[in-house]
């Protein structure tokens, strides 16, 4: 679809596109700023600080870019359920599991070079993460089950899983805290003031690494495979009638199943991002809500790789800019910033539709007193 089309409900598409989520995030900024104006504080002058803090510096742009790659791997295994209909909660268990996987292999291949392992991890990651997907996918798919309950539930059992297995198994001995060893340096993920360093190129240093370019390269494929081939296109059948995509031939069970254990895959590669290219440990709760970010992410950037890498950066730079908030403005506490942040996920997910209906009527007599003159 171009984009001078309309949507089904007569809506221009750049309208859909791009208005409707700039209306959105004004508005979130617009009730952010109410609520810093409450607590005495000046809400432009806070704004313009998270701005800056997000994209002012060479450290504020790597952090924020940092953020947005775990966040186009969640938003992207989100939107790809999506499209099969599918409405996939449990990124956050599958991040988690599929960074079980990652530290699994670096523990296993101490000494070996990043880029001979780095295909081994993207594997386990992705394994790891799409089997973790693979059952409430089953269950949605063969016995009924709704995915969003069991994708719930199965996001405490990943949280039990993985404190279960750092107490009591990969814990390193002689320490209180529950995280394994620490992984061989070799197996690091050079950062992008490494790669750029070993250009002449100095920039600041910040934890953003390989992985980035990885995630991209997954939005890539993520669009090859939605939109050009044919398990793509049954995946969108499927999600937008499931009864005539059976009557086109086309197994449904078996695409949810798939598009779970893609959605669940992809989510995984975020241990990618977080344990070989900045923890370099499994450690308690790495995912970090990221997994649930996502969910917002990819309705905001309505699940397509396009629309995904921008939302991503825009809740990159609201974790880096909300960092450098609570730390300029003393009376501001994380906290407080985390309602911030809220804020803007509840206009950019939940209500994302809430002001739809009114720019379908703005336009509808746009189009109206067009057709009049």
């Not at 059992?157 to 279960?164: E, G, K, T």
């Not at 059976?246 to 949810?256: C, E, F, N, Q, S």
Request: proline share 5%; glycine share 12%; charged share 10%.
């Amino acid at each position: 679809m171009s984009a001078g089309m309309t949507a089904a409900d007569g809506l221009p598409r750049w309208v859909s596109l791009a208005l409707l989520p700039a209306i959105n995030i004004t508005v979130a900024l617009l009730v952010s700023a109410l609520v810093i104006l409450a607590i005495g504080e000046d809400p432009a002058g806070a704004l313009w600080t998270m701005l800056v803090g997000a994209f002012g510096s060479g450290t504020g742009l790597g952090y924020t870019l940092y953020y947005a790659t775990s966040l186009i791997f969640t938003g992207l295994s989100v939107g790809v359920a999506f499209h099969a209909g599918l409405f996939n909660i449990g990124s956050e268990g599958q991040a988690y599991i599929g960074g079980l996987g990652v530290g699994l292999v670096c523990l296993t291949l101490g000494g070996w070079p990043w880029w001979a392992a780095l295909p081994l991890t993207v594997l386990a990651a992705m394994a790891f993460g799409g089997a973790w997907a693979f059952i409430p996918g089953y269950l949605q798919a063969y016995r009924g089950s709704h995915v969003v309950i069991t994708t719930i539930m199965f996001n405490f059992l990943a949280s039990a899983l993985m404190v279960y297995l750092l107490v009591n198994v990969l814990i390193r001995p002689g320490q209180m805290s529950p995280e394994s060893r620490e992984i061989d340096p070799s197996l690091f993920l050079p950062t992008l003031h490494d790669m750029l360093g070993a250009l002449g190129l100095e920039i600041d240093v910040t934890p953003l690494n390989l992985s980035f370019f990885l995630a991209l390269a997954a939005c890539l494929l993520v669009w090859l495979f939605i939109w050009h081939t044919r398990q793509g296109f049954a995946l969108r059948t499927v999600g937008a009638n499931e009864q005539a995509a059976h009557y086109a031939g086309i197994d449904p069970r078996r695409t949810v199943i798939v598009a779970m254990l893609i959605s669940g895959a992809l989510a995984g590669l975020l241990g990618i991002n977080e344990i070989q290219g900045v923890q370099h440990r499994l450690m308690l709760n790495f995912p970090a809500g990221m997994g649930f970010t996502g969910i917002a992410v990819a309705l905001m950037g309505r699940a397509h790789p396009a629309g995904i890498i921008p939302a991503a950066i825009l809740f990159g730079a609201l974790y880096q800019g909300g960092a450098e908030l609570a730390f300029e403005y003393q009376s501001i506490s994380p906290e407080l910033v985390v309602v911030i942040q809220g804020v803007v996920i509840l206009f950019a997910g939940a209500l994302e539709h809430l002001f739809r209906p009114a720019l379908v009527r703005l336009f509808a007599r746009r189009g109206d007193r067009a057709a009049e003159a």
